[in-house]
């Protein structure tokens, strides 16, 4: 009776090992707070303890997206779209149009692409944000130089970035 016990003490700490593993997995992969239905092809990873979302093509040689996602769910009382309304008001500061985002009913910009020198490699960087009514997400689109005739990375930049933004959800309230 007493190995029944043990064994089946070591199955219960066995499974609940495993059920916390899964509970861990699941905490990386499905960030707080908001969600993108990443395209197939893409390789992804959160960081920052799922604010901030790591894309790559399946060469990632070709260009490294970042997306932060910052909260604004409790300033929505007051100021219905305040995330919308944040971007909008960042985008006349710098300079720089605003334009409607298909998929999400929100509204982003994107800085003209600045070039620099990274690791003996030229790269071409551009910056943005995206306003939803309940936060808003910065992005960097980092670009080597040496992919910019690839037909991958020049359908990313005709189109390819306000699809990606499109498709950003926050989580429901």
């Given at each position: 009776?007493?190995?029944?016990?043990?064994?089946?003490?070591?199955?219960?700490?066995?499974?609940?090992?495993?059920?916390?593993?899964?509970?861990?997995?699941?905490?990386?992969?499905?960030?707080?707070?908001?969600?993108?239905?990443?395209?197939?092809?893409?390789?992804?990873?959160?960081?920052?303890?799922?604010?901030?979302?790591?894309?790559?093509?399946?060469?990632?040689e070709q260009f490294l997206?970042?997306?932060?996602?910052?909260?604004?769910?409790?300033?929505?009382?007051?100021?219905?779209?305040?995330?919308?309304?944040?971007?909008?008001?960042?985008?006349?500061?710098?300079?720089?149009?605003?334009?409607?985002?298909?998929?999400?009913?929100?509204?982003?910009?994107?800085?003209?692409?600045?070039?620099s020198e990274e690791d003996?490699?030229?790269?071409?960087?551009?910056?943005?944000?995206?306003?939803?009514?309940?936060?808003?997400?910065?992005?960097?689109?980092?670009?080597?130089?040496?992919?910019?005739?690839?037909?991958?990375?020049?359908?990313?930049?005709?189109?390819?970035?306000?699809v990606l933004l499109g498709?950003?959800?926050?989580?429901?309230?």
């Amino acid at each position: 009776m007493s190995r029944f016990l043990a064994a089946r003490g070591v199955i219960s700490l066995v499974l609940a090992c495993t059920a916390w593993m899964q509970q861990a997995e699941a905490s990386v992969k499905d960030p707080a707070g908001w969600r993108m239905n990443v395209p197939n092809g893409y390789r992804q990873e959160f960081e920052d303890e799922g604010q901030t979302l790591v894309l790559t093509p399946s060469n990632p040689e070709q260009f490294l997206m970042r997306f932060t996602y910052h909260s604004l769910k409790e300033y929505v009382k007051e100021r219905p779209k305040v995330g919308r309304e944040f971007i909008e008001h960042l985008a006349g500061k710098k300079g720089v149009k605003t334009f409607a985002v298909d998929g999400n009913g929100g509204v982003a910009y994107m800085e003209p692409p600045v070039v620099s020198e990274e690791d003996g490699a030229r790269v071409q960087e551009t910056a943005g944000g995206l306003g939803l009514d309940d936060a808003y997400v910065t992005f960097t689109v980092v670009i080597d130089e040496a992919a910019l005739t690839d037909p991958v990375v020049k359908e990313l930049l005709q189109s390819g970035i306000q699809v990606l933004l499109g498709r950003i959800r926050s989580a429901p309230r």
